[in-house]
């Protein structure tokens, strides 16, 4: 890990810590943490780019993820703040030659601000956006050349439309476009 990233690790670390340790004091305000799977994610078009220069053109690819985990704290009833993180990954199969495989590994660490415009008791609404940054590391078999080589992006989320649904354990839905994918879904938890 460069000294680049690891300033950009600490501060993004950094603005977490301050904002939960600042309205921890204030007791009615909620926390909530959740798992999500996403589709369409911009690591998908980051893999397509990186497979065309790996040696696989045009061969079957096999993407997943991103999966990840989120937090945010309610600053008021509308604004919370938090942060996403997430793995997704990769897999470019050359069929004639399969020293050519390409494999592509995406991690992202992201801070974010989500709106709940429309809150009731089981049900809400919300929208959010959140930037970051993404390590993408890849390895091709038969290139020496690529093997641990991992890059550093900008990269966010903006989420459009948001809804869940439940009590203290929530499912919820977003589309929207970005790291966590055009279509998320997920489950989260408020305490």
Known sequence: MNDKMKKMTL??????????NVNAQNSELKNEIGLF??????SNVVSIITGAFSGAVGDQSNFWGPVGVEYYH??????????????A???????NNSASDFTESFYTFMPGVKFNWFRKEHF??????????????????????????SEVYFMG????????????????????FGEKG??????????
């Open 157 to 176: 989320q903006g989420t459009a439309l948001g809804v869940e649904f439940g009590g203290a354990f929530r499912g919820f839905a977003e589309l929207g």
């Open 37 to 42: 799977y996403g589709f369409g994610s911009a």
């Open 124 to 149: 809400g609404m919300y929208s959010g956006v959140a930037a970051g940054i993404m390590i993408a590391s890849g390895d091709t078999k038969g290139n020496p050349n690529v093997k641990g080589e």
């Open 11 to 20: 501060m993004i670390v950094g603005i977490l810590m301050a904002t939960m």
């Open 182 to 191: 055009v279509l998320c879904a997920g489950i989260r938890y408020k305490f």
């Open 74 to 87: 309610h600053v008021t009833p509308v604004v919370a703040v938090g942060g996403i993180v997430s793995i």
């Open 89 to 95: 990954g990769c897999k470019v199969k050359d069929k």
